[in-house]
């Protein structure tokens, strides 16, 4: 399998196609931060490598989820072949679902969770599992109080974008979403109160 079907094939594919955007973003982003920072105090390094991996997460995460179905696809074979076949589906034309998974299971609508829907569900929660995570550390203005208004109206924001470029608008995206968002979060939270409380147990070495 050579590189261009990777890329073109799986969900695996899907991430690997939105990787030159996250690295390109994250080119742009380093090169005005270091003029920014130009002939100021030193910064904190740590918080700014952070800060650029979440641009670059945030800028893959765009490219991946707002963009038109098949988009990158299509322009990785447009690269190959030198034709343009765009597939994707024109505005407003996606379906709309307002009724949970869960609620279908309870109800008898489905009777299992077939490989696909599953890769979903699981998918759209890990998603954005590193966007709760990365705010901590990134910003500080995300409290552990306002987080729930990011984490819904982000995922909100996500799909109605999607909606107007031609893709679906789930109610499981938003549920998904929102709790990768919220456990990210404070994960990461207690995982930086474990490191500091360590750090403060540890006595300094003679």
Same mark, same amino acid.
């Given at each position: 399998?050579?590189?261009?079907?990777?890329?073109?094939?799986?969900?695996?594919?899907?991430?690997?196609?939105?990787?030159?955007?996250?690295?390109?973003?994250?080119?742009?982003?380093?090169?005005?931060?270091?003029?920014?920072?130009?002939?100021?105090?030193?910064?904190?390094?740590?918080?700014?490598?952070?800060?650029?991996?979440?641009?670059?997460?945030?800028?893959?995460?765009?490219?991946?989820?707002?963009?038109?179905?098949?988009?990158?696809?299509?322009?990785?074979?447009?690269?190959?072949?030198?034709?343009?076949?765009?597939?994707?589906?024109?505005?407003?034309?996606?379906?709309?679902?307002?009724?949970?998974?869960?609620?279908?299971?309870?109800?008898?609508?489905?009777?299992?969770?077939?490989?696909?829907?599953?890769?979903?569900?699981?998918?759209?929660?890990?998603?954005?599992?590193?966007?709760?995570?990365? $705010?901590? +550390? *990134?910003?500080?203005?995300?409290?552990?109080?306002?987080?729930? !208004?990011? #984490? &819904? /109206? %982000?995922?909100?924001?996500?799909?109605?974008?999607?909606?107007?470029?031609?893709?679906?608008?789930?109610?499981?995206?938003?549920? $998904?979403? +929102? *709790?990768?968002?919220?456990?990210?979060?404070?994960?990461?939270? !207690?995982? #930086? &109160? /474990? %490191?500091?409380?360590?750090?403060?147990?540890?006595?300094?070495?003679?």
């Amino acid at each position: 399998m050579d590189m261009y079907e990777l890329m073109t094939s799986g969900t695996f594919g899907r991430f690997l196609q939105v990787v030159p955007i996250a690295l390109l973003a994250g080119l742009i982003y380093a090169v005005c931060r270091a003029a920014a920072l130009h002939r100021k105090r030193p910064p904190a390094w740590g918080r700014e490598a952070v800060r650029l991996l979440f641009v670059c997460y945030l800028a893959g995460l765009a490219a991946l989820v707002l963009a038109p179905q098949n988009l990158w696809s299509d322009i990785l074979y447009f690269l190959r072949t030198g034709s343009f076949d765009y597939g994707s589906p024109p505005p407003f034309s996606g379906g709309i679902n307002l009724v949970p998974t869960f609620v279908r299971l309870l109800t008898g609508e489905l009777s299992g969770l077939g490989s696909w829907v599953t890769e979903m569900l699981v998918g759209n929660f890990l998603m954005f599992l590193p966007l709760g995570a990365f $705010l901590p +550390f *990134a910003t500080d203005r995300v409290t552990g109080r306002s987080i729930f !208004a990011v #984490a &819904a /109206l %982000v995922p909100l924001a996500v799909e109605t974008v999607q909606l107007a470029v031609g893709r679906s608008f789930d109610v499981d995206d938003l549920i $998904l979403n +929102f *709790a990768g968002i919220v456990c990210g979060f404070f994960a990461a939270k !207690a995982a #930086a &109160a /474990l %490191v500091q409380k360590v750090r403060g147990n540890v006595s300094p070495s003679k």
